[in-house]
């Protein structure tokens, strides 16, 4: 399909933010002002920062929220939640990419953006707790792959343990959603989660072990093949024992990510369909030209439109 020239001009717009937001300052907990200059953060608009301590993963974390255009203006009404993973990177992303869509007014639904995050030094810690967080399993070459790559960062030592995905499940239900919905004006209806890459992995592991915790899932190019492709037997022990299940589901992959993303995203999308449960919609779709690093941008905005109608 030929592309217009407004989807090109707001791809390459997206593409900017992503690069600009990637080093925000406020998201990588580092201060990098200089001794003779005081300079004011970026921030981003109508976005908050809580913390708190994590029992279950022994250490602290950071929420990033970005309100709705009428949070404060309308007091009385409950917004939807859609949980974004990957934070410490993403959530200037999603926000300005949310906010973009409401630029002439607000869009229905109203979001209200839950970014899970880390307190860390630099994104090495990030790299090596998502990492962590995000795989349901532990393999080893994976831990010493990953150790390798952090330590041309600094000469900081990082640990890496894969593995971590049923542990940070479990933050998330016991622990994220009890203080977003304690202190938000958030539906327990209808909650979203999305991720990317390792991301999109920890939502289809989500989606599979607990499908009722979200009704929502967004996985831009999931790492389906780790773990020589574990995920397709979470499937399959999902099929067997859900008859029905009320979620909608938006999986995608850029056009250069190969086989490896392509094939088995439009595999793990063939399978659900297959077990023809009625309440589940899976769409997918295949950015032309785009590769792994590059269509993070826009896969969010398809998430945005097909799981929410914007």
Known sequence: MKKSATYTTAKAILLMLMLSAANLTMLSQGNNKSDNEKLPPVTVPNSEMRTFFSDILDQEMVLFIK??????SNPQKVYQGWYCLDANRTFPMVANIMDMFDAGGPVQPELLLIGIGYKIQDMGDWMAWRTRDLTPTNVPAADSL???RLSGLSPRQYVVNTGGAAAFLECIEKEVIPFVEKNYRVSPLNRGLGGYSYGGLFTLYTFFKKPYLFSIYYAGSPSISYDKGVLFTYEQEFASKYKD?????????GEQEGERFIGNMNRMADSLRSHSLPGLTVETHVFPGE???SCGPSSTVRALRVLYGR
């Open 67 to 72: 309100l709705p255009p009428t949070y404060y």
């Open 146 to 148: 990953w150790i390798k």
């Open 245 to 253: 299940i009320n979620a909608k589901l938006f999986m995608s992959a």
């Open 291 to 293: 590769d792994h690093m």
